[in-house]
T-cell receptor
Framework: DVKVTQSSRYLVKRTGEKVFLECVQD?????MFWYRQDPGLGLRLIYF???????EKGDIPEGYSVSREKKERFSLILESASTNQTSMYLC?????????????FGPGTRLTVL | GESVGLHLPTLSVQEGDNSIINCAYS??????FIWYKQESGKGPQFIID?????DKRQGQRVTVLLNKTVKHLSLQIAATQPGDSAVYFC?????????????FGAGTRLAVHP
């Protein structure tokens, strides 16, 4: 089974702190994604990566950056956390893009910014 | 697919009844669709998918119907069980900004009562 793991289930940070959210997948997937999930808004794509050292902005990239130095690891960085970034963050991976690109999700990190 | 709202629609059913969860998607060029189930405190899990050249696909106790004419997707769950209680998301695969991306709906909460 594909396993996507996220470094923390719960995080509490202060406004202005730099925050790192780590995601690792163990199935040699090419594609990795970061989403945030807010009540009633579904999943919104922040950034994605289709290859090592490659990154593309999603629908809501402002305030975030990402890093993909190794194929299995995709990090989400909040350069200066703000209270409106309090949310559930979900990482996902898929083997390829396009038709049939089922995404496998991690358990999520619930981030609270005070 | 693109419907966004502050309140999550809820479907309440009795244990043993059949459930039908509906989803309207936005892009007539979308070629692939997925249903995910998200239980409380967990990441979304794949349930079933369907390609755009099909109008029906069956799994174990679940059936997905696709009506491309009206851009409508539905998930039918037979003999609903308490373990089916969760939030269900539809997702459409569409080309956006030169890349294939999954676009998620806001979700429907399924509540199963004994």
């Amino acid at each position: 089974d594909v396993k996507v793991t996220q470094s923390s289930r719960y995080l509490v940070k202060r406004t202005g702190e730099k925050v790192f959210l780590e995601c690792v997948q163990d199935m040699d997937h090419e594609n990795m994604f970061w989403y945030r999930q807010d009540p009633g808004l579904g999943l919104r794509l922040i950034y994605f990566s289709y290859d090592v050292k490659m990154k593309e902005k999603g629908d809501i990239p402002e305030g975030y950056s990402v890093s993909r130095e190794k194929k299995e690891r995709f990090s989400l960085i909040l350069e200066s956390a703000s209270t409106n970034q309090t949310s559930m963050y979900l990482c996902a991976s898929s083997l390829w893009s396009g038709e049939g690109n089922e995404q496998f999700f991690g358990p999520g990190t619930r981030l609270t910014v005070l | 697919g693109e419907s966004v709202g502050l309140h999550l629609p809820t479907l309440s059913v009795q244990e043993g009844d059949n459930s039908i969860i509906n989803c309207a998607y936005s892009n007539s060029a979308s070629d692939y669709f997925i249903w995910y189930k998200q239980e409380s405190g967990k990441g979304p899990q794949f349930i079933i998918d369907i390609r755009s050249n099909m109008d029906k696909r069956q799994g174990q106790r679940v059936t997905v119907l696709l009506n491309k004419t009206v851009k409508h997707l539905s998930l039918q769950i037979a003999a609903t069980q308490p373990g089916d209680s969760a939030v269900y998301f539809c997702a459409e695969n569409a080309l956006s900004g030169g890349y294939n991306k999954l676009i998620f709906g806001a979700g429907t909460r399924l509540a199963v009562h004994p």
